[in-house]
């Protein structure tokens, strides 16, 4: 409220209509309720109840018993569990490594070369295809990927046999020894066009002009890539490799398609493990267990990656400063 004085010594009142930055916290925060409504609904509650599942031993009928941390104790010595994670190390270079830099180079590659010779439609063409395996449902493409790759009348087997390559026939997902490196195929497959689109909208904000004279001054394509477009780039990669990252490590889809953790757990990975202990064994403590270490672990991972990202960025504006 402001005070003013008017002729005739009477005061009179005005309210005063200035920004305040508090009140306008507040009508933010009520565009803000529904979604943390339903962040908690869906997210928080399920995962509480889940922490609270782990700590009893219960196979899902009857009343639970309360166990504590005896479910997390024998994690530390369940050998099947510390072998899914390894091969979730395995499933974090197909989908976080291995594209991630296929990408960057595909993705410089339709940018840079592809779009100046034959025209931005064509490698919009390109970068459509490369992204379709993403539109793909991940059962479809699984199924689609079991028949390519069967032992007897595979397309995989069949195109080998025909070009005279019969003695490389495989049973690619039936092999203890081939049936992961099988996967991670797929996944890179799957992965791959999720990189490259990021990678590609991150081409358009950097300066033409940087390219113009680096070729000016002689730079071949490979030392514009590594002297201009990775260092332009840099977020968008730290961005690629947390989320791909994170898709690694609870990849559960396309292994219960192609092999449901076999041969012989040869595939197992975590999110499966924990599917099958839950259902499966019906070990539910056990298997919400197993559920909640993984949710700690992406939860670590991804502050992590956030916390590197927003360091990076600090670092990059102040040497712009």
Known sequence: ???????????????????????????????LLPGALAFLAVVIVPFLMNTGVSLTDWQGVGSPEWAGLANYRELLDDAEFWESFRHSLFMVVAMAVLPTAVGLVLAAALFDYVGKHFGSRTAAVLRACFYLPQVLPIAVAGIVWSWILAPDDGSLNELLRAVGLGSWRQDWLGDPDLALYSVMGVMVWVQLGFPLVVFMAGLQRVDPQLYEAAELDGAGWWRRFAHITLPQIRPEISVVLTWCTIAALKVFGAVYVLTKGGPGGATNVPSYFSFATFFEKTQVGYGAAISTVLTMIILALSLVGLRLQTRAQDAEEGLRT
């Open 1 to 31: 409220m402001t005070v003013t004085v008017e002729r005739g010594g009477r005061v009179t009142g005005k309210q005063d209509r200035s920004f305040h930055p508090r009140r306008a916290r507040d009508s933010y925060a009520l565009f």
